[in-house]
């Protein structure tokens, strides 16, 4: 698998030295390399297809501060040049345009190249249309490591607590913010903590982004978007910095056994950032630089989840742990994971993923409403019999045609091929129903029907 890395600043380079240190455990589980084809920094870039030296581009980019010898003006020519299969987003964020990281996100989508991303800007501003775009193209957008770095937020709540009813989250989402209210708490004025911050790095030279909850809205927004399905931007959120915290409130708090911290809360009707009062021992009272996440859920109660919000190395952990769900995905199938194929009646297998058999029990189950619904996000509205073949209008376009093959044998007795006509058609195969895409439509799919219909 082909990676290119956009961004070379702190993270990318953390994830050049993971790709390194990592690069023999994929291989091993995954039984292909993972390479770097290319890189690209503020100023210039470098290709190459056979693959470039992971730690050989880190040390030049501190020997040399640019990753590459050649310049560009347009990022989106670069990409568009470059041969990869996944594109590394981690060009620093804006929160206000998304910045470059969003026309790098959107070229590489278009392109049906894989992405991951930490990138809050592009998230926060245009989510519903980045993974529309990512749908339509039949590719994969990931962005574990843009909540939390290494805090294992999205992902814990898309898979481990999938069963679960999502009451809401609230946490402390940035790092900075807490240094600087847990210096508070022993008796440091604002400013001198900030500039503490700012000395050790936590804080970065214009510490805005941080201090007025700005960081923190973007990850409510992404939170609300990805976990709660709602259709929410950065400037749906109701924001309250931590500059106007004095001393003298501090000092109320911890009269009352409580802390100040800077909360993100976000629920089907709540999208909110600001300074709370947290009572002392509360999983939200921790101090330092730690983030960490209550996520209430209508079972399993309160979960708390906490991790390194930032850093080198914890923040390529998460892109890690993104880009091998996708190996896994692309190089074991995972794309028939939400339709059980099943033996013929005559004993064939499905050939190379474009066919897709369904027993008569199935046709009104999970599985076969994820297959009718990714037919339909990839242009398909639906099924209709036409005879010994079966027609899949294309919204838009021309119809495209997928034969049923055997459809006669294996139909139960007095059961006719042309029921089940009209939109919901693809509810009502029957027993043994074979659908075989032909060769010519080469439409990208998932869900049964392998990487493409070939």
């Not at 990931?142 to 809401?168: D, H, Q, T, W, Y």
């Not at 659908?435 to 219909?453: F, M, W, Y």
């Amino acid at each position: 698998m082909k990676v290119f890395i956009c961004g070379f600043g702190t993270v990318g380079q953390g994830f050049a030295e993971v790709l390194a240190s990592k690069g023999k455990m994929i291989k091993d589980r995954f039984g292909q390399d993972v390479s770097i084809t290319g890189a690209m920094d503020s100023r210039t870039y470098v290709c190459d297809p056979a693959g470039l030296d992971p730690l050989a581009l880190v040390a030049r980019k501190k020997e040399k501060r640019t990753v590459g010898d050649k310049g560009y003006t347009d990022p989106a020519e670069v990409l568009a040049k470059a041969d990869y299969d996944v594109l590394v987003e981690v060009s620093p964020t804006d929160v206000k345009t998304g910045g470059a990281g969003l026309g790098n996100i959107i070229s590489a989508l278009k392109r049906g190249k894989d992405v991951i991303t930490v990138n809050k800007g592009p998230l926060a501003l245009k989510y519903a249309e980045l993974t529309e775009l990512a749908q339509k193209n039949g590719c994969m957008l990931r962005f574990e490591g843009s909540v939390g770095g290494a805090m294992p937020i999205l992902n814990l709540c898309a898979e481990n607590l999938m069963g679960e009813k999502i009451v809401s989250i609230r946490g402390i989402f940035n790092g900075t913010c807490n240094y600087i209210l847990s210096k508070m708490d022993k008796g440091q004025p604002f400013d001198q903590a900030l500039k503490e911050a700012q000395q050790l790095g936590y804080a970065e030279t214009d510490p805005t982004n941080d201090i007025e909850g700005y960081d923190s809205a973007c990850k409510v927004a992404i939170l609300a978007n990805a976990v709660f399905g709602r259709n929410v931007t950065f400037n749906d959120i109701k924001i309250t910095g931590i500059t106007s915290i004095t001393e003298e409130a501090v000092s109320m708090a911890a009269s009352r056994n409580m802390v100040i911290r800077l909360i993100g809360e976000v629920s089907d009707s709540r999208l909110e950032v600001g300074p709370r009062l947290i009572p002392k021992g509360h999983p939200l009272s921790i101090s330092g630089t730690l983030n960490t996440a209550q996520i209430v859920t209508d079972l399993a109660g309160p979960v708390t989840v906490s991790g390194r919000g930032a850093g080198r190395a914890e923040t390529a952990s998460a892109i890690l742990s993104d880009l091998m769900a996708i190996l896994e995905r692309r190089t074991k199938g995972r794309d028939e994971e939400s339709l059980r194929l099943r033996h013929h009646a005559q004993g064939r297998r499905p050939d190379r993923g474009r066919l897709i058999l369904m027993r008569r029990q199935d046709r009104h189950s999970q599985e076969a409403g994820r297959l009718r619904s990714r037919l339909h996000r990839r242009g398909l509205a639906g099924i209709q019999p036409e005879g010994r073949r079966v027609l899949l209008p294309r919204i838009g376009a021309a119809p495209v045609r997928i034969e049923a093959g055997g459809l006669r044998e294996h139909l139960p007795p007095g059961r006719s091929s042309g029921r089940g006509r009209g939109p919901q058609g693809a509810g009502r195969m029957r027993i043994g129903m074979v659908l075989h895409i032909r060769k010519d439509v080469g439409l990208p799919c998932q869900g049964g029907l392998g990487d493409r219909a070939r």
